[in-house]
């Protein structure tokens, strides 16, 4: 008997009458994907790819809404219309196609949206108690509103079963369900406010309308809170009671905890935590429910790693053990432990840039696997190249670098590497010196770990010029030398300035009283002035935005913040550095407005940090051009629809192009989404 067979992980599970072939799930999320509220290819490919991986149970959004008073607030899917039932069938078989069974989760979202989209009907709640994120005001839930989004949930319902779907859960985590439950939001004094029973009617009359719309047989769970672990919030043991009676009731199959609120950001990163913070915070907790339920249990709260989902799974804390997330990162989890391949798993790392996009109004990408999203164009599986194999010498071992050579060495090519340093993985290793960040490691010792797999060499310590690359007689060569920090513009004071990048890599100790001015909005910035104010220093954060970190999202904000106010940084937005000069032993910083022309104002300080992104380090692509086949160019309508990416513009030569941030600064998906799409056009 293999280990996989005795693999908790990998046992089936009964959930009714389904069989699911193993305990591992994607609970409900919104990836943004849809398209005018509709799951077509993009958002099918995005599950069927997940169910190649041999994943169990697919939930798809999060959540598909019920009603037209309920407008998308993050692309979700509109279960309230008719055309959804032939795309929801094609996801389906597409993902029953390798025995993954395919749910979705239903919901009306409340006060967690807003009024001025769609269709602009007003926003609605139990109660008029206003969402922080979401800052509608909404009105009370009328006796007519609750009979017709009654109504609509079995409508829904129908059209989830009609599409061939396995089963449906309810969304009560933050939306108009648990709204009623909380007596944060439900200040109502008549048959739905007051006692729990009173709060659960809404629940019980949308479960027994749904139930008479779809029979009994049909597999229906409910996602709920059962703790929101606030002061006059529903409580644990009013959440565990309501847990047992929706069991006891017998109308429900499965419960899918969730501890704690998401009406602000801060909230939200408690229910979903990011990198450093802690791991599986709320597992013993869902584990409690299902012993006091006794019912099936879902969970997912940062289970990244399938230790912790098979330690969840063997101690009976869980019925099945979700990994949302990480499947993000690699949808072929459950396939590489049945292969015992389990160190291959690429990472989940915590970075959250999936959420962040989607709670800014942008799509689910993740911040070190571009195929995911992409499964038209962007292979999750490189295969070997069926074309001639080509000798390619990559100059960088930062993230973009690492993805070139890796997508390369798949296609079979023969790699080389070239680095200035004497480790691979660039920035990143700049951004893991603030220990709250240290898990984005894995995006580096990943690659590391599959280039020495597949064979593929990297010189350290080795700052190389023209002759060099050329030496080793390449067809190819991938400049991914990045760049280097550079001053925002200063009428004065260019020479005493340091960057974000000293701080960061420790060259420079933050001195007593420090100003940090970001004039890029992103991690780098944040991650200097976080150091700066655990060193005790006194910070001013000043931007030019009218708000601060516009690049980061709400959840990567939040520890930041935390960190500002914990020690006391001051920060200041609408606002520039001019210039900086010495005075005696201090420096003294003046402030301009882009708002008031002549405004000014001085801040005397001991040290003035900057961020202003990176200029590129292009000597050596320069140097190479003159000697390439292609003189450096890419043919971008190429890259982006197919065709010959690099136009051959003098015989002879080397392919030649630039990646990540050699380029121009972005970010590390950037560079490694350019890594994979230029490698496998070789």
């Not at 607030?73 to 055309?83: K, M, P, Q, T």
């Not at 603030?434 to 064979?455: C, M, Q, S, T, Y």
């Not at 350290?460 to 925002?488: F, M």
Request: proline share 5%.
């Amino acid at each position: 008997m293999t280990a996989a067979a005795n693999d908790p992980l990998l046992q089936p599970f009964q959930l009714k009458h389904l069989v699911l072939k193993n305990r591992v799930m994607s609970t409900s999320h919104e990836p943004a994907y849809s398209e005018d509220g509709l799951p077509k290819e993009r958002y099918r490919l995005y599950h069927a790819e997940k169910a190649r991986g041999g994943i169990a149970l697919t939930m798809t959004a999060g959540s598909a809404i019920v009603s037209r008073d309920s407008p998308a607030a993050f692309g979700n899917l509109h279960v309230y219309r008719d055309e959804i039932v032939p795309w929801l069938r094609e996801l389906a078989d597409a993902c029953h196609e390798h025995d993954c069974k395919v749910m979705i989760q239903i919901t009306h979202l409340g006060r967690r949206t807003g009024w001025n989209k769609a269709d602009w009907l007003p926003v609605l709640a139990p109660s008029s108690v206003r969402e922080p994120a979401h800052r509608a005001f909404p009105k009370t839930a009328e006796d007519w509103d609750i009979d017709r989004i009654v109504a609509d949930y079995a409508s829904a319902a129908q059209r989830c079963q009609a599409a061939g779907l396995d089963g449906i859960e309810f969304e009560s985590y933050g939306h108009l369900m648990d709204g009623f439950w909380s007596p944060l939001t439900n200040l109502r004094d008549d048959e739905f406010g007051g006692s729990l029973d009173n709060r659960l009617r809404f629940t019980f009359r949308v479960i027994d309308a749904v139930r008479a719309a779809v029979g009994n047989d049909f597999v229906v769970g409910i996602r709920m809170v059962a703790d929101e672990d606030v002061e006059k919030g529903l409580s644990k043991a009013e959440g565990v009671e309501i847990a047992r009676r929706l069991a006891a009731s017998g109308k429900f199959d499965f419960l899918n905890i969730i501890r704690g609120m998401i009406h602000t950001d801060a909230a939200l990163t408690g229910v979903i935590p990011i990198t450093g913070m802690r791991s599986a915070p709320h597992l013993d907790f869902a584990g409690d429910v299902r012993a006091a339920a006794k019912i099936p249990v879902f969970h997912a709260a940062r289970i990244a790693d399938v230790a912790t989902a098979r330690h969840a799974i063997a101690e009976g804390k869980l019925d099945m053990v979700g990994m949302t997330r990480p499947h993000i990162a690699d949808p072929h989890i459950v396939a590489k432990v049945t292969r015992g391949e389990e160190h291959r798993i690429r990472p989940c790392v915590g970075a959250t840039y999936c959420l962040d996009r989607i709670y800014e109004g942008g799509e689910a990408l993740c911040i070190h696997n571009a195929a995911t999203g992409r499964e038209a164009t962007i292979p999750h599986v490189v295969t070997r190249t069926d074309g001639p194999l080509k000798k390619v010498v990559v100059v960088g071992a930062g993230p973009a670098g690492l993805e070139a050579a890796r997508v390369a060495a798949e296609r079979g090519h023969s790699v080389t590497a070239l680095e200035a340093s004497g480790q691979a993985g660039g920035q990143i290793r700049l951004a893991v010196q603030n220990p709250r960040r240290r898990e984005l490691i894995g995006i580096v010792d990943w690659r590391l770990a599959e280039l020495d797999r597949l064979g593929v060499e990297i010189r350290y310590d080795i700052w190389a010029e023209a002759s060099d690359v050329e030496a080793l007689s390449p067809d190819v060569v991938v400049i991914a030398t990045g760049g280097l920090p550079q001053n925002p513009p200063l009428e004065a004071g260019d020479d005493l300035v340091v960057s974000s990048w000293d701080i960061l890599s420790g060259a420079v100790k933050p001195a007593e009283n420090v100003l940090l001015y970001d004039d890029n909005g992103g991690h780098q910035a944040m991650g200097a002035a976080e150091l700066i104010a655990n060193a005790g220093a006194r910070l001013e954060l000043v931007s030019p935005e009218r708000f601060f970190a516009p690049e980061m999202g709400g959840m990567n904000h939040a520890p930041y913040m935390r960190a500002f106010h914990e020690k006391g940084v001051r920060v200041t937005i609408n606002t520039r550095v001019s210039a900086v000069r010495r005075q005696g032993n201090s420096l003294v910083a003046t402030l301009s407005s882009d708002f008031a022309k002549g405004w000014r104002d001085e801040r005397r300080i001991d040290q003035v940090v900057v961020e202003h992104g990176t200029a590129p380090l292009e000597d050596l692509y320069l140097a190479l051009r003159p000697a390439s086949m292609n003189l450096g160019a890419v043919d971008y309508e190429a890259l982006v629809n197919g065709g010959e990416v690099f136009p051959r513009k003098q015989t002879g030569g080397y392919t030649l192009f630039r990646i990540g941030d050699a380029v121009a600064s972005r970010n590390i998906h950037a560079a490694i989404y350019d890594g994979i799409r230029y490698a496998m056009r070789l």
